[in-house]
């Protein structure tokens, strides 16, 4: 046997692995020495199983957060791999984790399966790294505060001291990985040392990757929120167990002290971890007066716990094996050469029986669909027996769930029916399918379109944070006009790049009112030959703000005007309207007809049409009275903005301004020549917003998000 040899067989005894087990030993016989057994044995008498039954849950939950936050941090590069078979690597390489040694690691498994049969392993293995560093950091950074919050209860600065030395060097390490100074100085190393260390062009190779999420910051940040929820859970989990053994620890107590134990437990300076966490926990909860019996029984079963929260792992590894793992995701029959599949989801598409403006665009919409080049299996979470068979009567079925507000259920559902379909992309539509739906396309590896309608001034704030926290998993966004694409990027926390504006459509009439029609609805309404009218198309709400019309009206009264309002539509705010027009002594002035469905009549009934809107995101109504060549008077409200041109077709006032509002309809009613040119050009200049056009750039953004080329 030659020199080198048997020089590269001697194993120095201040090795890693012999000072691993020395530290190990050490620890356990301290234990043993000063554990008092009968006790910890009499803890297991009093288990009460359904604390550690939730406990259970809270470190499944724990995977679930680990497995999306992985995700996150492999859709920045780039790398798409349904949420369903990350998960399946995450126990898999939990459940090892429990067994091998800590130089192999369940990391090192989730390395090895997306390492294989991949041409971008670097980056791939960089996401596993900046998985744990972000896990690192957060725990860290709870621990830190555990350990200053020890030291201003209890004065002790043990626990303090103990952190300082690991979470400086964690801090310098994130300095160098992220840091452009540390940047050069880590790669001139790996220069240096690449010929000398075994793997070191991939070394190199694996950080620039890393480097690469100094372009990632918001997927970054991302992650490192998930973290601070996948280490709340493992306190949780831990103070559920203490609940099990009777163990009288505070919620607070634990959220300071657990995690630096779990941090210190997790320092590479055990076998596993053995020793390390259970003294961890019974030096620093002996702080809040927990007795070391009761302490180490504690750690005991939250790592029995944990072991058995990940079997779900040795079922996989039994089903799948370790090398089955790095595949890429499941194959799907390729797109190019077949029409792409859309599930197009919303959550409701009117009220009762009738349908909204988002569900009108519905109708016209799937109507016009090319088979040829998309099949569109649409889905209501909340359908109306009503409005389904109205839209069969026009050759459409629909696919109800039948769930109520946020039903968790809808997750599963909505996953089925993509898995059942084979969907290639996912269209949502309406706060609970933006949110529910995003996180089953994530789960299933579909690209999710969001489709916005309004500007979102009155979002819930619960709405808010779930955006913040989806917004990554959204391949593009489709907004009905800019006023709602600068909403998605400030209330929706969208990106810029990843919205499209694609406007609603208008069909166009082919049936015009006759004369014997138009003498019947005024007879019908009470209207004598020739008495003016002002219309609104509305929904009786805040943000469409009827009440300023109703003082417009009111101003109009008072200068001998002595025409009719009709208001058509509906809403919850009709009483409180109803009960401001008799107020104002306005009964014999206007009439609520409720919801109609031949709208075209009522339009061709009005001399001037007001829309009188605090916010709007698009106006449907609005364009479908300018399509009708109706002159209008209007607020400045959103995208109306963006339909009406102050002078060219049609009127615009400030929001809000009623003398300003009524001085235009004044204006449109003097004068008739006025009134007719202004709605000629209403009409010429939405011909643009025909359904065509719309289903046109619908199936561009689709063909866009699944990189094809644009179909014709």
Known sequence: MSEAVEKKKRVPWTSGGWLRIAVTLALVGWLAYSIDWTRTGELVQRLEWRWAVLACGCYMLNRWLTTLKWWILLHAKGLRYPVRQLMRVVFVSNFLGHFLPSSVGGDNIRMIALAKKNARAPEAVSTVVMERITGAFTLALLAVGGALWSHSRWNE???????????????????????????????????????????????MKLHAAIQSYRGHRAAVALALFISGLIQVSRVLAVWLLARALGITLFFGEALVLVPAALFVGALPISIAGWGVRESAFVVLLSLVGVPKHEAFGLSVLSRLTAMVSNLP?????????????GEEPDAKEPVAGRPIRVLRVIDKLGYADRLYGPGRQWLISLKAFDPNRCTVIPVVLRLNPGIAEHFAENGIDLIGLGLSRFDPRTIFELSRLMRENRVDVVHLSGYECTTLGRIAAAVMGVPAI?????????????????????????ARCIAVSEAVAEACIKRRHLRRSRIVVVPNAVEPSTEIPSAE???ELRSQLGLSPGRPVVGSVTRFRVEKDVPTTLRALARLCTQGWVGMLLLLGDGPDRAELERKIHQMGLQNRVQLTGYVDNVRLYLELMDVVVFSSQTEGFCNALLEAMAAGRPVAVTAAGGIRELVVNGENGLMVP?????????????????RHLAAELGQQAAQSVQRFQVPAMVEQLQAV?????????RT
């Open 157 to 203: 600065s043990t626990v303090l001291a103990a952190l300082v030395l690991p979470i400086s060097g964690l801090l310098v390490v994130l300095a160098l990985l992220l840091s452009k100074t540390g940047h050069r100085m880590v790669n001139q190393l790996l220069q240096r040392a690449a010929g000398r260390l075994p793997g070191g062009p991939f070394l």
């Open 313 to 325: 792992g040795a079922l996989f590894l039994i089903t799948h094996g370790i090398l089955g793992l």
């Open 450 to 474: 969001t489709h916005h309608h309004d500007t979102e001034d009155g979002l819930p704030w619960y709405i808010g944070w779930m955006d913040r926290f989806l917004a990554p998993l959204t």
């Open 517 to 519: 029609d138009m003498q």
């Open 655 to 671: 929001v809000g301004d009623d003398a300003a509002l009524a001085q235009a309809v004044w204006k449109l009613l003097s004068d």
């Open 702 to 710: 689709y063909a866009a998000v699944l990189h094809l080329e644009n």
